[in-house]
T-cell receptor, first 110, second 115 residues
Framework: KNEVEQSPQNLTAQEGEFITINCSYS?????LHWLQQHPGGGIVSLFMLSSGKKKHGRLIATINIQEKHSSLHITASHPRDSAVYIC????????????FGKGTKLSVKP | EPEVTQTPSHQVTQMGQEVILRCVPISNHLYFYWYRQILGQKVEFLVS????????KSEIFDDQFSVERPDGSNFTLKIRSTKLEDSAMYFC?????????????FGEGSWLTVV
């Protein structure tokens, strides 16, 4: 069964800390997405990856196809980064046909 | 920044009633999606829609659900004979094309409470 597992489930950090959120998935994905869900519920797409690494501002996403693992890193974390970060995998089919992880709730303290 | 808009933001309905959730995708987008998130649980894919027809649907998307694009701009999710377990946040999303690298744009969601 195609699954997406995330860790940790909850993460508390001090402002300025480097943060890593991990995601593992089953074999055979065509793309992996990192999403941010705001406290109000809205979802924003951060990255879509099929290989290698992508960077946007203080966010970095990496994927290791052989190990079926992806990480989301946040450098110099800030309280406004507090949100739920969700990993989601496309196992084929339409790009939006995704299997979602349970999310990692990040809280960054000032 | 383009956005996907959803209405209503919150709806309370009696069990057994029909509900229509509305979405306005980004204007030049071609692929449309609905997802569901039950409170405290993960987001689940419901259905994808392209070229005025369903292209894929999950096991959740049974005969109780239907989607349509009635007027070329709105994209609706209809839930017939609602049950308590249909209470959830429903997200609409759209993508311009399915070429590699295209961003999925999500709406802010519609909270459905069935009482």
């Amino acid at each position: 069964k195609n699954e997406v597992e995330q860790s940790p489930q909850n993460l508390t950090a001090q402002e300025g800390e480097f943060i890593t959120i991990n995601c593992s998935y089953s074999v055979g994905i065509s793309a992996l997405h990192w999403l941010q869900q705001h406290p109000g519920g809205g979802i924003v797409s951060l990255f879509m990856l099929s290989s290698g690494k992508k960077k946007h501002g203080r966010l970095i996403a990496t994927i290791n196809i052989q190990e079926k693992h992806s990480s989301l890193h946040i450098t110099a974390s800030h309280p406004r980064d507090s949100a739920v970060y969700i990993c989601a995998a496309n196992y084929g089919g339409s790009q939006g046909n995704l299997i979602f992880g349970k999310g990692t709730k990040l809280s960054v303290k000032p | 920044e383009p956005e996907v808009t959803q209405t209503p933001s919150h709806q309370v309905t009696q069990m057994g009633q029909e509900v229509i959730l509305r979405c306005v995708p980004i204007s030049n987008h071609l692929y449309f999606y609905w997802y569901r998130q039950i409170l405290g649980q993960k987001v689940e894919f419901l259905v994808s829609f392209y070229n005025n027809e369903i292209s894929e649907k999950s096991e959740i998307f049974d005969d109780q659900f239907s989607v349509e694009r009635p007027d070329g701009s709105n994209f609706t999710l209809k839930i017939r004979s609602t049950k308590l377990e249909d209470s959830a946040m429903y997200f609409c999303a759209s993508i311009e094309t399915v070429l590699s690298g295209n961003t999925i744009y999500f709406g802010e969601g519609s909270w459905l409470t069935v009482v």
